[in-house]
Nanobody, 117 residues
């Protein structure tokens, strides 16, 4: 069983920065992908994802502002969020996948990010 714990959310003013963390209970080397999603009242979207093959993808709305990274020693994936906008307000969820013949997905409980003056 994989447990994911997100942290780092909070209230920030427009233009500010936050860094989200997602700590896994197992080695992240076992994951096919690690990513961040966000849920706003009207939609859920992929924010950023990194794969075991080294590829990284971002939503168009966050390109150039957000950076996903990982610390293998700490079994943690990060989302550095800069130049935050009001429309970035959402609950951010960490999601990982693993498995070969069958891929399983695991989700964290989410962390609230609110961008407001």
């Amino acid at each position: 069983q994989v447990q994911l714990v997100e942290s780092g959310g909070g209230l920030v003013q427009p233009g500010g920065s936050l860094r989200l963390s997602c700590a896994a209970s197992v080695s992240i080397f076992s994951f096919n992908s690690m990513g961040w999603y966000r849920q706003a009242p009207d939609k859920r979207e992929l924010v950023a994802v990194t794969t075991s093959g080294g590829s990284t993808n971002y939503a168009d709305s966050v390109k150039g502002r957000f950076t996903i990274s990982r610390d293998n020693a700490k079994n943690t994936v990060y989302l550095q969020m800069n130049s935050l906008k009001a429309e970035d307000t959402a609950v951010y969820y960490c999601k990982v996948t693993r498995g070969r013949t069958t891929e399983y997905a695991y989700w964290g409980r989410g962390t609230q990010v609110t961008v407001s003056s």
